[in-house]
């Protein structure tokens, strides 16, 4: 049997004419966890896909097995290739057990053997020490959950090198920790993992060797231990970071925004009593399912509220909805950008423009004066675009923030509410996102509430925090406080 | 235009193009409606029995009233009243009451054709009034009137759905509608205003058209515009999707639509093979507008 699995030699791959991966070198060999890290755009995605057969590369040979293979989607599949994509390929309205067979269903001569495919799901679930039932509907489950159903549905399909794409991204620490055993388990098998995410301290903790992508081109494979976390953010940028976090702001005395006892009438915000002080950052930490994002959704007006006060710069407020939040000066950016922050098949500056059209309208509405608003966030916030009318699905997911975050600040809202602001966003858009924040507080006088999975932002950018358990605020932490240990202890209970 | 005319010569003559222009316009008017309810993510099918339903009901205004200016612009108005109130109904359905707009639609296309059956007693509604009666066979300037509205019509509608903060939502509620609401965008309303512009649309056809004619025929009339609605707007590049789509494409995409109708004729297809034609159109052009997304 060859050593490696797979290989690439000298893989590149144009789109339109444009050269995206640049001649990759890499090997993979069998049992062993990858990290692969890179920013936005430097082109995993894209060598990730090739590896499993859904592009073909311009130039450059794939070996399988120690064979040069042409690979298409149903060859890599045959292989024991599988592809985890982000958004994960799962159906909400099938159970368990149908979506681990799905596509593969075993079946006798007319019908489906049902009882089969149960018993079979079910013991592949107990090989990973999991509990769920192969019976529970799909929408029943947690991301998490759905997470680790795709991948048994992967294994179940005899996979020998799974690649996971960012499968970290809505996970809490503690199901990340989930998910780690079974990549180890797997790893124990004899599967080959490909692991990627933003991360880094969680490629660092889980992968063997890491191989580093940047503008398209391989600068690193090597073993993981070897490195710290800071010099993989190096590599991925390709010079010396400066901190990633600005100092942090000095928030003034008086309390701009405090909300008594809030309860939602779903029951997932039970009674919140927190206080927010003019030019604070206010932190929110809790695994997924813990209510956060629901509290800021019933504060926002698209949750309905069942009781509760919402006091603004001293006067109680009746919210809603979104445009009655937005009327008071109180914006929220959601989590999941692409289906609720950003409008992709629209112009970048008709996304920046949207929530305040009124000061466009000279009778009619004046592009120009769009133009020159979308321009000023261009420069204000470096937003990489080609040119105001690029459409924004075209742009990088940091830039696509960007331009969410300046229609909320076109508003002239002195309260923002952020929602997970730099998931899937890379190292160095993360830096300017967080400098934009200092930046609207220094100049706008903003004030923000930022709920966030990411524990090192959390800690890095908060000035206080609120931890989050079913549904209730069950710790306040201060400046002091804030630490990952202290945050997973009040988020877990345990 | 260059291949029909060789074949048939009579169709490079002025008045035969005249003529295609003058009979676009009434689904043309109502193809302007449709575009804005479609890139606003909805589909209007009741809009031919619509017609018939609006038109019968003008004509019945004008004939209780008498034969006097008055009376024809009272029931115009009041045809316009109507229509609005339809829109509304259809919208709030679609949107408070979270039922598709396919079936409200297709419901309402039901409804409205047996409606002027019934109240016609499958027979036909027959205008009594020259005053009425000559505004659908006026000319303006050597221009059939139904023609100059159609173009003032496009023009309006293109201001609105360019130019005005309606137009911009209509486009941000059909590309994503749940951004649009998160970006406090009140995407309910919006959605329902698109209802009522379809329904001012078809009354504008309903009346030109009605008024050409002289009577509405409680079976025949507007049989089938839904489909050369949303024909002339699926060819002028409006997505089934929502959120892309312009009065212009679809003025020409109407057009094309008039030319190929006219086309058939000259060439002698048999009547019956018309829709086979018209039917593999939007077919057509469907399957361009997702082969170019890619």
Do not use: C
């Amino acid at each position: 049997m060859d050593e490696f699995i797979l290989e690439t030699k000298g893989i590149s791959r144009d789109f339109s004419g444009v050269r995206v991966l640049h001649s990759v070198d890499s090997s993979f060999k069998r049992g062993i966890i990858y990290g692969i890290v890179g920013e936005n755009g430097a082109g995993k995605s894209t060598l990730m896909k090739i590896i499993s057969g859904f592009l073909q590369p311009t130039e450059g040979k794939i070996i399988v097995d120690g064979k040069e293979t042409n690979l298409n989607p149903l060859k890599a599949k045959a292989l024991g290739i599988v592809l985890i994509p982000q958004e994960l390929n799962l159906v909400d309205s099938l159970r368990v057990y149908e979506n681990i067979f799905l596509g593969n269903e075993i079946s006798g001569k007319i019908l489906l053997r049902k009882k089969e495919m149960i018993e079979r799901s079910r013991e592949l679930i107990e090989r990973f020490n999991l509990v769920i039932s192969p019976l529970r509907m799909l929408s029943e489950l947690s991301p998490a959950e759905k997470q680790l159903v795709e991948i048994i549905k992967a294994i179940s399909k005899n996979a020998r090198l799974l690649i996971m794409d960012e499968p970290t991204s809505t996970l809490s620490e503690r199901e990340v920790e989930n998910l780690f055993n079974l990549i180890k388990r797997m790893k124990g098998e004899g599967i080959t993992v490909i692991f990627i995410s933003h991360r880094l301290k969680e490629v660092k903790e889980i992968a063997e060797e890491i191989i580093v992508l940047r503008d398209g081109r391989k600068v690193f494979q090597g073993p993981a231990k070897d490195l710290s976390e800071r010099e993989i953010a190096e590599m991925m940028v390709g010079r010396k970071l400066s901190e990633m976090y600005p100092e942090k702001p000095k928030p003034k005395e008086n309390v701009v925004f405090k909300v008594e006892d809030f309860s939602s009438v779903d029951g997932k915000v039970k009674d919140a009593n927190f206080e927010v002080h003019e030019g604070e950052i206010l932190g929110f930490y809790g695994l997924v399912g813990s209510g956060r994002t629901e509290l800021m959704e019933t504060i926002i007006g698209i949750r309905k509220k069942l009781r509760g006060k919402i006091i603004f710069k001293g006067e109680e407020l009746s919210i809603n909805s979104p445009w009655e939040a937005k009327d008071r000066g109180i914006v929220y950016l959601p989590e999941d950008r692409k289906s609720a922050g950003i409008i992709e098949i629209l112009e970048s500056y008709k996304n920046t423009t949207l929530m305040n059209l009124e000061k466009h309208i000279q009778l009619l509405l004046k592009k120009s004066s769009e133009v020159s608003t979308f321009n000023s966030y261009v420069d204000w916030f470096s937003i990489k675009v080609r040119s105001p009318y690029q459409i924004a699905k075209t742009l990088s997911g940091g830039n696509q923030q960007k331009v969410v975050i300046s229609k909320l600040v076109e508003t002239g809202a002195k309260l923002f509410i952020f929602d997970e602001p730099t998931r899937g966003v890379d190292v160095n858009a993360k830096r300017q996102i967080y400098r934009i924040m200092r930046d609207l507080i220094d100049k706008i006088n903003a004030t923000f509430i930022v709920v966030s999975s990411d524990l090192p932002e959390i800690i890095g950018i908060s000035n206080r925090v609120y931890v989050m358990r079913s549904g209730r605020i069950v710790a306040e932490l201060q400046e002091k406080e804030i630490s990952e240990k202290n945050l997973i202890y009040h988020a877990t209970g345990v | 235009m260059i291949i029909s005319g060789i074949l048939s010569p009579a169709f490079l003559k002025v008045r035969n193009i005249l003529n295609i222009f003058w009979q676009t316009s009434y689904v043309g008017i109502i193809a302007i409606g449709a575009t804005f309810v479609m890139i606003a993510g909805g589909i209007d099918l009741s809009v031919g029995s619509m017609v018939a339903l609006l038109g019968a009901f003008a004509i019945e205004v004008v004939n209780k009233l008498g034969d006097n200016f008055l009376s024809v612009l009272v029931a115009i108005l009041a045809t316009y009243g109507l229509s609005v109130l339809l829109g509304l109904a259809t919208g709030i359905t679609v949107t408070k009451g979270k039922v598709p707009a396919f079936v409200v639609t297709l419901g309402g296309m039901a409804i409205y054709r047996s409606l002027v059956l019934n109240f016609a007693n499958g027979g036909v509604y027959m205008s009594m009034s020259q005053k009425y009666s000559s505004i659908g066979m006026s000319f303006v300037l050597g221009i059939p009137f139904p023609m100059l509205i159609f173009i003032l019509y496009a023009t309006i509608a293109h201001i609105i759905l360019s130019g005005t903060k309606l137009g911009r939502y209509v486009f941000a509620v059909g590309a994503n509608e749940t951004s649009a609401y998160y970006s406090a965008i009140k995407v309910d309303w919006v959605r329902i205003w698109t209802y009522v512009i379809s329904g001012v649309s078809v009354t504008t056809s309903a009346i030109l058209l009605s008024s050409m004619m002289g009577s509405v025929s409680s079976s025949s009339t507007g049989n089938g515009f839904e489909l050369d609605a949303i024909a002339a707007a699926v060819i002028g590049g409006t997505s089934l999707n929502g959120g892309k789509g312009s009065i212009i494409g679809t003025f020409f995409g109407a057009l094309i639509l008039g030319v190929i109708n006219n086309m058939l004729v000259m060439l002698n297809v048999a009547v019956y093979l018309q829709g086979t034609v018209k039917g593999l159109i939007i077919i057509g052009a469907v399957f361009l507008q997702n082969l170019s997304r890619e």
